[in-house]
């Protein structure tokens, strides 16, 4: 199985400038989120879903906007990019079960 | 507002040393994991505890949850270079959104 799958792995955005990051799971998960991480910082949620159809904000959504519509695919758009959004995002997914999130390998963003 | 602290941040321990990393969250939840992450890459689960009193043991790591202290516990024993890592812990906040606060994260460097 791919798991998580991330893509761009990394991008350069001028300020001002959009884009989407991909992150698809071929696990069936329902649940699925964004995260983001600050250089030497922990990670902090972004947006998230529970299921095809439903998202919901998480700690630090604002300049991010995203989508669920299928299970499998869950983009994060960023509009109008800031230098505050230079960091590291990833993706996780899970199911209902004991085990946990699943991450991708994350995609590097720095905005100049 | 859930805090999640980690302590110590740094960590520069010698091999064969023991050493515990200690885990703190503000708010009641039974359900705590945790993570490792190598420089540039991605979060790996290490161990995923669901219940007070829980006790999770791999190799030379093992974790332990005390939820009416609100506390988990990251023991090392007998350190080796390998273990040079950042560890996270994350505490997850609601039943039927599997939300995780993360932990700012312990950076470990263990030296030969």
């Known amino acids: 199985n791919a798991g998580v799958t991330q893509t761009p792995k990394f991008r350069i955005l001028k300020i001002g400038q959009s884009m989407t990051l991909q992150c698809a799971q071929d696990m069936n998960h329902n649940y699925m989120y964004w995260y983001r991480q600050d250089p030497g910082m922990g990670l902090k949620l972004i947006y998230y879903s529970v299921g095809a159809g439903i998202t919901d904000k998480g700690e630090v959504p604002n300049g991010y906007n995203v989508s669920r519509s299928t299970t499998e695919d869950f983009p994060l758009r960023l509009e109008l990019a800031a230098p505050s959004q230079t960091s590291v995002y990833f993706c996780?997914?899970?199911?209902?079960?004991?085990?946990?999130?699943?991450f991708g390998s994350g995609t590097r963003l720095t905005v100049v | 507002e859930l805090k999640v602290e980690q302590n110590p941040l740094f960590l520069s321990m010698q091999e064969e040393k023991n050493y515990t990393i200690y885990c703190n969250y503000s708010?009641?939840?039974?359900?705590l994991y945790w993570y490792r992450q190598d420089p540039g890459k991605s979060l790996e689960s290490l161990f995923v505890?669901?219940?007070?009193?829980a006790v999770k043991q791999e190799g030379r790591l093992m974790a332990s949850l005390d939820t009416k202290a609100r506390l988990s516990t990251l023991h090392i024993t007998a350190a080796v270079h390998d273990l040079s890592a950042t560890y996270f812990c994350a505490v997850d906040t609601e039943s039927g959104t599997y939300k995780y606060i993360f932990g700012t994260g312990t950076r470990l460097k263990v030296l030969a």
């Open positions: 708010t009641t939840s039974d359900r």
């Open positions: 996780a997914s899970r199911d209902g079960s004991n085990y946990g999130y699943t």
């Open positions: 505890l669901l219940s007070n009193g």
